[in-house]
Structures are given as C-alpha cells and as structure tokens.
C-alpha cells in the first residue's frame, strides 16, 4: 500500500516593511519625472525641427494613435489598456502644449459629455471652448478660431445624430479621428429622494436614452428638453423640483446630488464622437473612411446597389451606411458611409476611383485613426 504525500504551501513571503515600500517608489517617481521631461525636451526638438507656427503644425493624429496603439500592445498590467492610455494621452497632451494649447471646440456648457469627450481625445492640457450649438462648433473650427472641434455623431441606443450629418453636406471640414465614450446618466438635483422630484430637464437624446426607467420610477414628472445636460443641471440647481439627467462631470460643475445613479436603459449605452478639423490626416495604420455619396438623378432599381458594387468587388468593408434628405429636391437622399482602410491604400483608392466614375457626389469626409479605447 502506497501512501500519498501531503503537499506542502509553499511558504509565504514575508511583507517588506512598508517604510522600505514607500522609499523604492519614491525612487521609482524620481525615475519618472525624469522621464517624462525627457520626453518634453524632445518635443521641444520635434518642434523646433518644424519651424515656429501654429499649434496645429506639431499635433499629428496619426502619429498620437501609433503610439497609444503601442501602449496597449505593451500593457501586461496590473493598468488597465483604458487607464495606460489616459496617462500617456496627458503626457503627451502636457508636452503638446509646451508652445501653445490646441483650441478645441465642443457643445457646452461646461459639464455635458461632449467636454469629457474632448479631455478623453486630447487630455486635459488643450484649451477647450463650450460653444452654444454644433452650428458653432463648426463655424469656429472653419474660421480657425479652434483648431479642432468635438461633435457627436451617434448613440449605441438612440442612433445618429442627424444634424451632425446634415452639417457636412454644406462644410468643408473634414474628419480627423473618434471618440467612443460610455456614457453612465445619473439622475441629479438638490432633493434626497424621486418623491420630490416634479420634473426631469435634459437633452432629448439622455430622456431617450433612459425612457424605460423614467416610466418606471417617475411616471408623473414632467420630461423637459433642453439644448445640453448640462443646460438641465443648471435649471435643477436653480429650481425647486427639477432634477437633471446628466453626468459625472455635470454634477461636479453645478454642485448637484447624485439621488441615483446609472439610469441608462442599456448598461452598453456609448456614443462616438468625432473630431473636426481642416485637413485630410495621413494613413495612421488602422484607419476609417468617411464618403458622401448620392445616386444618379433616375430612379433606376438597385440604384444605390450598383453605387456600392465597387467596395464589394475590392473586398472593401463597408461598417455604416446612413441617408440624408439632399436639400436639392424632394425624396432625394445622400449617404454617409464608413468603410475600413484609409483613402491611400490600395483596394480603398481604387473603390474610390471607381465610385467616383458612377457617382454624381463622392467626396472623402475623412480619413482617421480608428477610436483607439
């Protein structure tokens, strides 16, 4: 008869004395200050290798995905790929700014999640601009007043946002990247509990997007829609009985209660935004491609069909497609469309071309790194 050995626990390693702890990441700070101005003094060569000009000449796109693609292609943790991320995106964003801030544009106030969303693409050193529509948001960018802008574009629950699309049919701005954010809405105001609460004021698209949960807990307050979440946190800090639909950020600009949190009918709920600007970005790598296309004037069948034959005969993947009143006569329709690839590689160029042959309209919206987190 065999007998079988007890496995012993390996033993466990004492705890170093927290004194000893608190002195190695002491050093370790040391070796990182060191490093991250390192790293601006070297920006200050790249900027000084340009020649003096606006912020816009140092800040390349293309390049700020490759290196945050590279971050997480190299995270092992314990970080998270989202929290790596958001540290180089600031120290990037601080050795950006060493000569001059970008301008960035987005629909304010202050406190809406187009501001997040700003501060998530640009990090936190850029000089953001609340703007009172997405009208404006476009026109600063276009006139140069911010160098780029952030609008949205759609919702995961909700849909597209139409009059960000409509604005591309007469602009000639272009786009230079996206922002997907998830989107948490909490239910704020200055009361402790739902029975106080006589009305909800947010933006249309928030009400919506927690439609479900506002029939089931507060079926007799009036729903009022306003230009911004954060437009609504502002009337529940100033009006007895109005609780907001907003934000993390909207509740600490306007000192509001969180009465509950994670309100959103879908626990996946995310927008994407874009980023606007003024030129065509060169290929980062892992790339997206915005076209406006429209038919031929006749109304052929399968009209749209042949439109889009050449992206399947060059294995060209088409992810979004969207349609658009033309303005140019009734019951005729624009579409916007997102395809995988950058307008210079070889089978997008050439579905381009061919696009261009049998289309009244095509024109490149923008070519852009691919929401990197």
């Known amino acids: 008869m065999t007998t ?3 496995k012993t626990a390996a033993p466990t390693k004492a705890p170093r004395p927290l004194a000893e702890l608190r002195q190695q990441i002491d050093a370790v700070d040391v070796r990182i200050q060191g490093l991250i101005a390192e790293r601006a003094l070297l920006a200050q060569e ?3 290798a340009k020649g003096r000009g606006r912020a816009t000449d140092y800040y390349r796109p293309e390049r700020e995905a490759q290196v945050l693609r590279g971050v997480v292609e190299r995270n092992r943790g314990p970080l998270t790929d989202e929290e790596m991320v958001r540290l180089f995106r600031e120290i ?4 950006l700014a060493q000569e001059e801030p970008l301008k960035v544009g987005y629909l304010g106030p202050e406190g809406t999640f187009s501001q997040t969303a700003v501060y998530k693409h640009f990090g936190h050193s850029v000089r953001a601009l609340p703007l009172g529509s997405t009208d404006e948001v476009f026109h600063e960018v276009q006139s140069g007043a911010a160098d780029f802008g952030v609008v949205p574009i759609e919702n995961s629950t909700e ?3 139409n009059h960000t699309l409509d604005m591309f049919l007469t602009s000639p701005l272009k786009i230079c990247g996206e922002v997907e954010m998830r989107i948490n809405h909490h239910l704020l105001g200055q009361m402790r509990g739902l029975e106080q609460v006589r009305r909800v004021c947010a933006h249309p698209q928030a009400l919506a997007q927690c439609r479900a949960w506002l029939k089931e807990y507060l079926p007799q307050a009036e729903l009022v829609g306003t230009s ?3 437009e609504g946190a502002r009337r529940a800090r100033d009006e007895e009985g109005t609780a907001a639909i907003a934000g993390d950020a909207a509740a600490e600009v306007y000192g509001l209660r969180k009465i ?5 009918d ?3 709920n995310t927008t994407r935004f874009l980023i606007i600007g003024r030129e065509l970005l060169p290929a980062s790598g892992h790339d997206k491609t915005t ?3 429209t038919t031929p004037d006749s109304d052929d069948a399968g009209a749209l069909y042949k439109l889009l034959a050449p992206l399947a005969a060059n294995q060209v993947n088409m992810s979004r497609i969207e349609s658009r009143p033309s303005r140019r006569r009734k019951w005729h329709y624009v579409f916007f469309i997102d395809i995988d690839g950058h307008a210079t590689d070889k089978p997008v160029a050439t579905s381009l071309r061919a696009l261009e042959r049998v289309a009244p309209l095509c024109r490149i919206l923008g070519s852009y790194p691919r929401a990197v987190i």
């Not at 509950?260 to 959103?264: K, S």
């Open 4 to 6: 079988r050995k007890r």
């Open 46 to 48: 790249v900027a000084a």
């Open 92 to 95: 990037m964003s601080a050795c």
């Open 159 to 161: 849909g597209t946002v």
């Open 228 to 230: 911004s979440n954060a």
């Open 260 to 264: 509950v949190t994670d309100i959103e």
């Open 266 to 268: 879908r626990p996946d």
């Open 291 to 293: 076209i406006l296309l």
